[in-house]
């Protein structure tokens, strides 16, 4: 990790953070992600298939949030699957967007995701698309980042839709999940463990992340199989964040979420974001150095790294 890389790191976590302050290590995660990917070469202009809600890539490529905005004055509690899977007018607000990279077409499989995306105002085009059936001819893009969606029915055909509008000599940035991760998702393994309430709060607690996730997750040796099937070369490669790491992501303040959601909706907006401020304070020295120790960019816990970020060439 060098200064630039540590520079990076701080000043998005506390952007991170700003939007997740009551699952503080969604920020961590996030923040990994994109020290990772920004270690890539990214061209001008990109595409982003899985954009999800673009908060995300609108954070990594320099954008930011007022303190007065978060991602739970955009949830719905009383949803059972996705609470993030709604979306209410005139909430979300922007402090500032990036320039560069333009991000000319964002796509995600959720209706409610892309309007977000559209408030947002970071990407020029937005749709709702099926990942595995991109509406798109061949060859069409040159540069498109694939996230790591959610709502995919097959992974490796969504990379082969991505590889297929991709233009020969274009370049492919995704971000992976290596399988070794797999025992590190708490709430799964809790809820297997326990029968009667436990496992059952767990299990939906849990909501099929890990059956989701880990059906995307490959070992280093099965991707690269992966991308030299699809004709695809691998230029550069990044990886990070411990497995213990995850452990804190996948459990954190889940238990107790929506209660912490509900109340703070409760809160007239000065107060609430008052309150909110004082919390990212406490937390944040924290979390800069839980991130420094357990991102594995400084140095390596364990055996392996949960995420793996390539840039590839068609």
């Not at 200064?3 to 506390?14: G, M, V």
């Not at 719905?76 to 979300?92: E, G």
């Not at 029915?153 to 082969?160: Q, S, V």
């Not at 025992?183 to 767990?202: A, E, H, L, S, V």
Request: glycine share 6%; proline share 3%; charged share 25%.
């Amino acid at each position: 990790m060098n200064i630039n890389e540590f520079l990076f790191s701080a000043s998005r976590l506390w952007r991170y953070l700003n939007i997740y302050f009551l699952k503080p290590f969604d920020a961590i995660n996030d923040t990994l992600t994109s020290t990772i990917l920004n270690q890539l070469d990214w061209e001008d202009e990109f595409i982003e298939i899985g954009s999800g809600d673009g908060m995300y890539s609108f954070i990594m490529h320099g954008g930011s949030f007022p303190l007065s905005f978060d991602r739970y004055l955009l949830a719905d509690t009383t949803l059972s699957d996705d609470i993030y899977d709604y979306h209410k007018k005139n909430v979300l607000s922007t402090k500032k967007i990036p320039s560069k990279p333009i991000l000319s077409i964002s796509l995600d499989a959720k209706k409610s995701h892309i309007l977000k995306v559209r408030e947002i105002g970071y990407a020029r085009n937005s749709s709702v698309v099926s990942y595995e059936s991109l509406p798109f001819l061949n060859k069409n893009f040159h540069s498109i980042f694939l996230y790591t969606p959610h709502g995919l029915e097959d992974h490796k055909d969504a990379i082969k839709e991505a590889s297929r509008v991709l233009m020969d000599g274009g370049s492919l940035y995704i971000l992976v999940y290596d399988k070794n991760f797999q025992k590190d998702f708490i709430c799964y393994r809790i809820g297997q463990k326990f029968k009667g309430f436990i496992g059952k709060y767990f299990k939906n607690l849990d909501s099929g992340r890990h059956d989701e996730i880990t059906s995307m997750a490959r070992s280093q040796i099965e991707w690269k199989a992966l991308f030299q099937n699809l004709d695809l070369k691998i230029e550069k490669e990044e990886s990070g964040l411990s497995g213990f790491a995850w452990r804190m992501y996948d459990i954190q303040t889940r238990p107790i979420l929506k209660p912490l959601i509900s109340f703070f909706g409760l809160l007239p907006k000065f107060f609430r974001t008052t309150i909110k401020v004082i919390i990212m304070l406490s937390l944040y020295p924290f979390l800069l150095l839980f991130y420094l120790i357990f991102s594995n960019r400084l140095f390596k816990l364990g055996s392996y790294n949960c995420y793996i970020a390539y840039q590839l060439r068609k």
